[in-house]
Each structure stands twice: as C-alpha cells, then as structure tokens.
C-alpha cells in the first residue's frame, strides 16, 4: 500500500500563487508515476499535471499549461505542484495519486492510490 497526504491548500485571490505538496509512504519503490487532479463543485475530476517517479518526465492539463509546474523531491518521497497565475476557475478540491502500472495516463481511473484532497480557493 501507498499512502498519500496532500497540503499546501488554502484561499488566495486572482493572480497569487500556492505550492501544494504531496507526500507518499509505504510501498513508495512500486510508484511509476504520480499526478495531481482536481474536482470543482458539479464537476468531474480532471487531470492537471502528472510527472514520472524518476521526475524525466512531464504533463500538463492544456488549462494549466505554463502556469503550474509539477516536481519531485526523490530524497523525501514527495511531490509538489506550484501553482502561479492563479485564476478563480482553478478553484477546487485538488488530490494527488500514484500509479504503479506503467506509462503514465492522464486519466484518474489509472491511479492506485489517492490522497484525502486539499482545498484551493481562489478568489477574483
């Protein structure tokens, strides 16, 4: 098993930036990838961002694109996804998840394991 805890969330306003992290324990040797995607109120969840375990390589959700940037810190199991520009659509519970099947998917049905959501609110 792999566990996930996510943090980071918080409320800020239009153009403000947050870093969300996103720590992994457990059966951390069987993560191939790991991805972050959020859920807004009515909305289904979608994939924002994803990166390989071995950080080489990386995906963004076009919404996103050139605005977050997802990265890895080896050493202590842990994702982050620093977010800039921040605009009142990006508002909504935001999870982090982890693969251990190869090749890395955009789609949240390919992840095993999910952590508990951490809330963004950005106000305009």
């Known amino acids: 098993q792999v566990q996930l805890v996510e943090s980071g969330g918080g409320a800020v306003q239009a153009g403000d930036s947050l870093r969300l992290s996103c720590a992994a324990s457990g059966r951390t040797f069987s993560i191939y990838a790991m991805g972050w995607f959020r859920q807004a109120p009515g909305k289904e969840r979608e994939f924002v961002a994803a990166i390989s375990w071995s950080g080489d390589r990386t995906y963004y959700a076009d919404s996103v694109k050139g605005r977050f940037i997802i990265s890895r810190d080896n050493a202590k199991n842990t994702v982050f996804l620093q977010m800039n520009s921040l605009k009142p659509e990006d508002t909504a519970v935001y999870y982090c998840?982890?693969?251990?099947?190869?090749?890395?998917?955009?789609?949240?049905?390919?992840?095993?394991?999910w952590g508990q959501g951490t809330q963004v609110t950005i106000s305009s």
């Open positions: 998840a982890a693969r251990s099947r190869a090749v890395i998917t955009t789609s949240s049905t390919g992840y095993d394991y």
